[in-house]
């Protein structure tokens, strides 16, 4: 599996846009970026998944350059609900079905 | 749909004793996992199960048996708990097997697991 690298933690406030960037230097090129959300207490949700350009849903934007090396979240005019820790995972079927977390970033909203 | 259900929410053993933790999902997914996440870190894979009857380690497996009952259940068990074993245990489903990250696994709320 790809390693990643993520910041640790972000702080922002009631309606900002928060962006998370993910490094994946060795991406391979069967390879899928993913992004899950953990709020405390309770197991990782799916966000969004994409392989290249731009993916966007109801939730959240995933923006992938070119070189597919990083890829960052984008979260719109984000709540206090939004506070939780994001994770982004790379791999893809040639890893089977195991699934890497690494330390996530811890995503703090303010009022 | 209940989605993923984890039975306990919470538990509480001596070092020695042994416990079954049970899962069972709804979605008629052919893929279950057992994870474990201590504090602050990120999920380890203990289990998983590819489809009904098989079943394979993941990261850490060591201390552990699992069951694939049948398509719905996967059970998790500890022979002779460790305080090692001190965690939060999540089970998931995905519907296809083989797909590694390309398939999006659902997880249920997780059982807190205490060894003194």
């Known amino acids: 599996l790809a390693k990643t690298t993520q910041p640790i933690s972000m702080d922002s406030y009631e309606g900002q846009e928060v962006n998370i960037t993910c490094s994946h230097n060795n991406i391979a090129t069967n390879d899928y970026i993913t992004w899950y959300q953990q709020f405390p207490s309770q197991g990782p949700r799916f966000i969004i998944q994409g392989y290249k350009t731009k993916v966007t849903n109801e939730v959240a934007s995933l923006f992938i350059p070119a070189d597919r090396k990083s890829s960052t979240l984008s979260l719109p005019r984000v709540s206090l609900s939004d506070t939780a820790v994001y994770y982004c995972l790379v791999g893809g079927v040639a890893a089977g079905n195991k699934l890497t977390f690494g330390g996530g970033t811890r995503v703090l909203v303010k009022p | 749909n209940a989605g993923v259900t984890q039975t306990p929410k919470f538990q509480v053993l001596k070092t020695g004793q042994s416990m079954t933790l049970q899962c069972a999902q709804d979605?008629?997914?052919?893929?279950m996992y057992w994870y474990r996440q201590d504090p602050g870190m990120g999920l380890r894979l203990i289990y998983y199960?590819?489809?009904?009857?098989?079943?394979d380690k993941g990261e850490v497996p060591n201390g552990y048996n699992v069951s694939r009952l049948n398509k719905r259940e996967f059970s998790l068990r500890l022979e002779s708990a460790a305080p090692s074993q001190t965690s939060v245990y999540f089970c998931?489903?995905?519907?296809?097997?083989?797909?590694?990250?390309?398939?999006?696994?659902?997880f249920g709320p997780g059982t807190r697991l205490t060894v003194l």
């Open positions: 199960s590819a489809s009904e009857g098989t079943t």
């Open positions: 979605m008629n997914h052919n893929s």
């Open positions: 998931a489903s995905s519907e296809h097997p083989g797909r590694g990250v390309a398939d999006t696994q659902y």
